[in-house]
């Protein structure tokens, strides 16, 4: 019986992951954050490297099952999933993604796979101009790369959710109050 949390924040660039990951890191006791960005190799050798780099995280993540601890990440497989699926690389990843979702949906820790979105699009823009944003070269994402990536992982959620019903899935919206929204991570993750 699982004993401890493991929460999963995805969202397109600037919708903002690392307000939301830092807020629970540092409101919900024993949790560990960690923020990966996959692998730059965007060619088809790149795909062996996601491969690996994912099994093998799953791995770790299967050796803290039941050590009263959670787990926070910022961006895992999913992240490859959605760029792959937007054509941001030169491989396929879905057959590796349904394999990955089908053993992370069997892990023993309470799952929440929290996709961050606006309703204001229009605010891409701004928060993506931002000093210190980090760019990618491969995917150069503007305001419009990020809409379309936040289509996906809204897609890709509902897939989550019909498919998963052990995964807790919210959708939420991160363009409003700040404090609305962190009042809804609590209630939502029960902290």
């Known amino acids: ?20 990951t ?51 990440f910022d961006r895992t497989f999913f992240t490859e999933e959605n760029y792959c699926r937007l054509g941001f690389k030169e491989y396929v990843f879905t057959p590796i993604y349904e394999e990955l979702l089908e053993e992370f ?11 961050l979105y606006l309703k204001d699009e229009s605010l891409y823009e701004k928060r993506l101009a931002r000093d210190g944003k980090a760019t990618i070269d491969y995917a ?10 936040q289509q996906m992982y809204l897609k890709m959620a509902e897939e989550i959710q019909n498919k998963y019903p ?7 919206a991160n363009d409003g109050d700040l404090e609305e929204t962190e009042k809804k991570l ?5 902290f």
């Open 22 to 72: 830092d807020f629970i890191r540092h409101s919900l006791k024993y949790t560990n954050l960690y923020r990966l960005s996959g692998t730059s190799d965007s060619t088809p050798t790149g795909l062996e490297k996601s491969k690996e780099m994912y099994y093998d995280l799953l791995e770790y993540i299967k050796k803290l099952e039941n050590k009263s601890i959670n787990l926070l």
């Open 105 to 115: 949906s069997k892990l023993d820790f309470e799952i929440y796979y929290i996709t």
């Open 186 to 190: 609590r209630e939502f993750i029960k």
């Open 166 to 172: 052990n995964i807790h899935v919210l959708n939420l």
């Open 1 to 20: 019986m699982a004993n401890s949390k493991l929460i999963v924040v995805e969202g397109a660039q600037g919708a903002g992951k690392t307000t939301i």
């Open 140 to 149: 150069k994402f503007g305001a419009q790369n990020s809409i379309k990536q």
